[in-house]
């Protein structure tokens, strides 16, 4: 099995050394990631400057490569060059902090497996769902190969992939594995307002806690609960329910 491997945390970043180094034993394992944190980038990509692919060894001395681009870029540069072999699994992470409920729609992690997914790739996001600064990611790692593996013979629907958040406990605390829907994360959106020594104003935005829906099998919930969560995510973001109601709304009156 031919395995690509991508984050949005950065090369150095320890999460993926640890998914590289679990992927090892099962598996033809490369690496591209890019050379600097690119949290919350989203689905971005670089179209109007040269992207980079310099090898730059990991830890244990294997081979890698940091590129100037977003995690969706790495996913492309492997999947369309730098990977000469066929590859059969997209895996990004593991991410420092979770990926939940609408955190999809900024996550780089995630956008990074939507990428692989858009290539026919079966893609994998795996996220720990901690901010804290020291995160033990060895039970993610090995749940990723485990999933990994039976993705060989469970093939994902197309243009589906998996995300996948544990939670930051030790293993004995972990109540179990949810197959989850995506919640309701939100971030109520603060913005601090400062000036600089010239006395032009600037601002940060954040800062807050989110706010989640606990619905039940949500992968709010299940994390809240202290379950690992697996939602199955589609690139298709149709509404179908109002599909047939906005049909109803007469539009072709808009161009009388
Ligand atoms: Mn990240």
């Not at 989110?210 to 709010?220: A, F, I, M, R």
Request: hydrophobic letters at 40%.
């Amino acid at each position: 099995m031919n395995v690509l491997i991508t984050n949005d945390d950065g090369i150095h970043a320890e999460g993926l050394y640890v998914l590289k180094q679990a992927f090892d034993s099962i598996a033809n394992v490369y690496v591209v990631a890019p050379d600097r944190p690119r949290s919350a980038c989203g689905h971005s990509i670089t179209l109007h400057k040269p992207l980079r692919a310099d090898r730059v060894p990991l830890r244990d001395g294997s081979p890698a490569y940091a590129s100037n681009g977003t995690p969706s870029d790495c996913v492309s540069l492997g999947l369309l060059g730098i990977v000469e072999e066929k590859v059969d699994l997209v895996v990004s992470g593991i991410n420092h902090g979770p990926n939940l409920g609408w955190d999809l729609t900024y996550s780089g992690t995630v956008s990074a497996a939507m990428e692989g997914a858009i290539s026919g790739v079966q893609s994998i996001a795996i996220s720990v769902a901690t901010h804290k600064p020291s995160v033990d990611y060895t039970v993610a790692a090995k749940l990723c190969v485990r999933i990994a593996q039976m993705l060989r013979e469970r093939k994902l629907p197309e243009s589906t992939l998996l995300n996948i958040n544990v939670p930051a406990v030790p293993a004995s605390e972990i109540k179990g594995i949810m197959a989850t829907k995506v919640g309701k994360r939100r971030y109520m959106g603060s913005l601090e307002k400062r000036s600089d020594p010239m006395g032009r104003d600037y601002y940060w935005l954040g800062g807050d806690l989110p706010v989640d829906s606990l619905d039940e099998g949500t992968d709010v919930k299940a994390i809240a609960d202290n379950y690992i969560s697996i939602t199955p995510v589609h690139l298709d973001l149709t509404d179908h329910s109002a599909l047939d109601s906005i049909r109803s709304w007469g539009l072709d009156n808009l161009l009388d």
